[in-house]
C-alpha cells in the first residue's frame, strides 16, 4: 500500500536561513510526487511535482524538491526563507498504475522568524 | 476564472440531519475529489470521480456519498450526519485521472462543518 510521511510537525527557521520540509513515501510503481502548501483558511495550492527525468524539480516562490529514490525521498527546500513562506505543506505520491489514489502527509507546519 | 467554488462555507448541522455540500468548477476538469481535513491526519480521500458519470471510494467513504451528473459539479452528501463527520472539507479537480495522472490538482475554499 501506498504511503506517504511528513516526519515533523512544525520546522522553525529564522528568515533568510535555509528551510527543508522532509517528505519520505512508500510506493510499489514509480511515484509521482507533488508539494502543496495552504494558508490560513484557504485550500491547498500547487507548488511542484516530480514526474520523471532530473531529480531536482523547481517550483513556486523559490521552492525546489529533490527526488531521491534510494532513500524515497522527496524533501522540499528554499535556499533563503521567507516570514511569508509560513504556512502548512503537504507531501503527496500518486502511485502511477493507480491514478485515483493519490495520498497525502501528514502536514507540516513551517514557521519563519523575523 | 473562478476555478472551484465550495458552499456553504460553514454549517452548523444537528446530528442525524442530512446535508449536501456542493462543489463546482469550471476548469472543464475530468477529475474531482472530496476530501476532509483533520488535525493531524492531513487530508484524506473521500471519494472520487474521474469523469462525469463515474464516481469510485476513497480512503474514508462510509457515511458519505456522491454523484456526477455533470463535468461541473460534484456534490457530497452525508445521509445521516454524525459528530465524528466534523471536519474541514475541500473539494479538488485535476484535468488527470487515467489520461494524465501526473497533473496537480486544484482546491477549492473549504467547507467547515460542525455536527453537534
Known amino acids: 500500500a501506498q504511503s506517504v510521511a511528513q516526519p515533523e510537525d512544525q520546522v522553525n527557521v529564522a528568515e533568510g536561513n535555509p528551510l527543508t520540509v522532509k517528505c519520505t513515501y512508500s510506493v510499489s510503481g514509480n511515484p509521482y510526487l507533488f508539494w502543496y502548501v495552504q494558508y490560513p483558511n484557504r485550500g491547498l495550492q500547487f507548488l511542484l511535482k516530480?514526474?520523471?527525468?532530473?531529480?531536482l524539480v523547481k517550483g513556486s516562490y523559490g521552492f525546489e524538491a529533490e527526488f531521491n529514490k534510494s532513500q524515497t525521498s522527496f524533501h522540499l527546500k528554499k535556499p533563503s526563507a521567507l516570514v511569508s513562506d509560513s504556512a502548512l505543506y503537504f507531501c503527496a505520491v500518486r502511485e502511477t498504475r493507480s491514478a485515483s489514489k493519490i495520498i497525502f502527509g501528514s502536514g507540516t507546519r513551517l514557521s519563519i522568524r523575523p | 476564472i473562478a476555478g472551484i467554488t465550495q458552499a456553504p462555507t460553514s454549517q452548523i448541522l444537528a446530528a442525524g440531519r442530512r446535508m449536501t455540500l456542493r462543489c463546482t468548477q469550471d476548469m472543464r476538469h475530468n477529475a474531482m475529489y472530496w476530501y476532509r481535513q483533520d488535525l493531524g491526519l492531513g487530508l484524506r480521500l473521500i471519494h472520487y470521480s474521474n469523469t462525469a458519470g463515474t464516481t469510485g471510494k476513497g480512503e474514508v467513504p462510509d457515511g458519505y456519498s456522491v454523484s456526477r451528473a455533470n463535468t461541473d459539479d460534484f456534490p457530497l452528501t452525508l445521509a445521516s450526519a454524525v459528530p465524528s463527520q466534523t471536519s474541514v472539507y475541500f473539494c479538488a479537480s485535476s484535468d488527470s485521472g487515467g489520461r494524465a495522472p501526473y497533473n496537480e490538482q486544484f482546491f477549492g475554499p473549504g467547507t467547515r462543518l460542525t455536527v453537534l
Open positions: 516530480y514526474i520523471t527525468g532530473d531529480n
